[in-house]
C-alpha cells in the first residue's frame, strides 16, 4: 500500500484506541459483586453500550441539542437499569461513580506503542463521539499521547455527522486531505473519506467480544490497512 | 498561603509558560540576517506583539466573527512590516514562515519541570488566546505535557471575554471553584476571578524584556502567588 504521508492522524477512540467493554465490564463487576446482584457484567456492558447510537442520534436528527457523551452515558444507565430490573439495587452516587468507568478503559496492547511510535512523525489527537473531560482522563488513564483532543465537543454533534471531522481538521490548521480518520470501523471511515480524509482501518475483531459479526474486515480500498496499531506505524514508515 | 486544592489548572501560554519575545525574536534575526536587513529583532518582536490586542479587541466587541489567532498574526506581520518600511524586502512565503515562529517559543528555564511536578495530581490545559493548531504544535515544540488545549479555539472568542473562562471549565467536567488559572498577568486573573476560578500569579518580571513596567507584582490577593512554575508546583503540594 502507497498512501501520502498525513501531517495529522485522528482516531475513533472507543474500539480502535481502548477496549471499551472490558473495561465497563470490570467496573460493573466491582459494583455488583460489592452489591451481592447476579447480573453478568459483559451482558450489562453491552447492554449500555447499545443505547449509545440511539442516544446520539436524537441530537444528529436535531430533536435534541448538543450535550456531552457523559450526559448521555449517565441517562443511558438509568435506561439499561431499569430495563434490566437493577433500578431498585444500584443508588444515585454509585451510578455517578459507575459512569466514570468510561475514563478507565484499558488500551489495546499495542496501543500504547503504536501511538509512541506514531507521534514522532504525526500530530495525533481523537476524533471520538466522547467529550473532552472524559477524553483527558482517559488519555492519563490509558497512557494516550495526544496533542489534543478533538472530536464531538469541538463540532458540538457526534461523528457520523461530517461537522465532527471538518471541526477536527480545521482545529489543527489542516486541510481534511493532510489528515487521517484511524478507526476500527468501516462506517466511520466511509464519513471521513466523504469529508475528504484520508483513511486507515485496524482490525478489532474482539471489540463486541468473540461473538462479533461487524467490521471484521475492510469493507472498502481504505488508504492503509492493518491488524494493529503497531502495525499501522509500521506500514506508515514505508 | 491556603488554598482548596484545584482538580485542574489552566494556563496563559505567552509569557506565562514560553518566552515569546525571545523566540519571536530569534526567527526574525534568521530572516534579517539572510535578507541582510538591519532591523531589531526585538524591537520587530515588540511591534509584532503590539497588534495582538487591538486585532482581538475587534473581534471581542464584535465587529468581527471570531478567526483564529494564527490568522490575526498573519495579518499583523502585514501591518508590522509596512509601518516598519520593510513591506518590499519580505516575500508572501517568507512571511508565511515567520508566522510559525509562534509555535517554536522556547518555555521559561521553570516550565517543563514545573508542569510535570503539577501534572502529577492535577488535569493541565492552556487557557491562551492561541488557536488549537498552535498550540499543539508550541507544546510538541516545547515539551509541554497538556492533557488537552482549551482556551479561544473552544469559545470562538478571546480572553478576557468571560466565555473563554467559562467554556474552558465546562470542556473539563468540572466547576469553576474546582479550577485553578495560572497567568503572569494581573488583567487575566481578575477576568477569571470575575467566573469564579481560583487564581494564581506567576511573575515574569522580564516577558517584555529588561524595561518592563507591567505585572512586576501581583496586584490582587490571588490564591497562590510564585516566582516559577515549579514554586507553585511547591505550593499546591503543601
Not at 187 to 196: H, M, N, S, T, V
Amino acid at each position: 500500500m502507497r498512501v501520502a504521508s498525513p501531517k495529522a492522524l485522528i482516531f475513533d477512540v472507543f474500539g480502535t484506541v481502548v477496549d471499551w467493554r472490558n473495561g465497563v465490564a470490570s467496573a460493573c463487576a466491582d459494583l455488583f459483586s460489592a452489591r451481592e446482584i447476579d447480573f453478568s457484567p459483559l451482558a450489562f456492558a453491552d447492554l449500555w453500550r447499545a443505547e449509545y447510537q440511539p442516544a446520539m442520534e436524537r441530537i444528529r436528527s436535531g430533536n435534541r441539542g448538543y450535550v456531552r457523551l457523559d450526559v448521555l452515558h449517565r441517562e443511558n444507565l438509568d435506561i439499561v437499569l431499569a430495563k434490566t430490573g437493577l433500578e431498585n439495587r444500584i443508588e444515585d452516587a454509585e451510578r455517578d461513580a459507575l459512569n466514570h468507568a468510561w475514563e478507565r478503559l484499558p488500551p489495546w496492547p499495542d496501543t500504547v506503542e503504536g501511538l509512541g511510535l506514531l507521534k514522532a512523525d504525526h500530530l495525533l489527537a481523537p476524533c471520538s463521539n466522547g467529550s473532552i473531560a472524559l477524553m483527558a482522563r482517559l488519555a492519563r488513564f490509558a497512557g494516550l499521547p495526544w496533542d489534543s483532543i478533538l472530536g464531538a465537543d469541538i463540532a458540538g454533534n457526534y461523528k457520523p455527522d461530517p461537522q465532527v471531522y471538518i471541526a477536527s481538521v480545521a482545529a489543527l490548521g489542516l486541510r481534511p486531505d493532510e489528515v487521517m480518520m484511524v478507526a476500527a470501523h468501516n462506517d466511520d471511515l466511509f464519513a471521513a473519506r466523504e469529508c475528504g480524509l484520508m483513511t486507515a482501518f485496524v482490525c478489532r475483531p474482539n471489540e463486541y467480544g468473540p461473538e462479533q459479526k461487524t467490521d471484521l474486515a475492510a469493507e472498502s480500498d481504505w488508504d492503509l490497512i492493518a491488524e494493529s496499531m503497531t502495525g499501522l506505524a509500521g506500514l506508515l514508515k514505508h
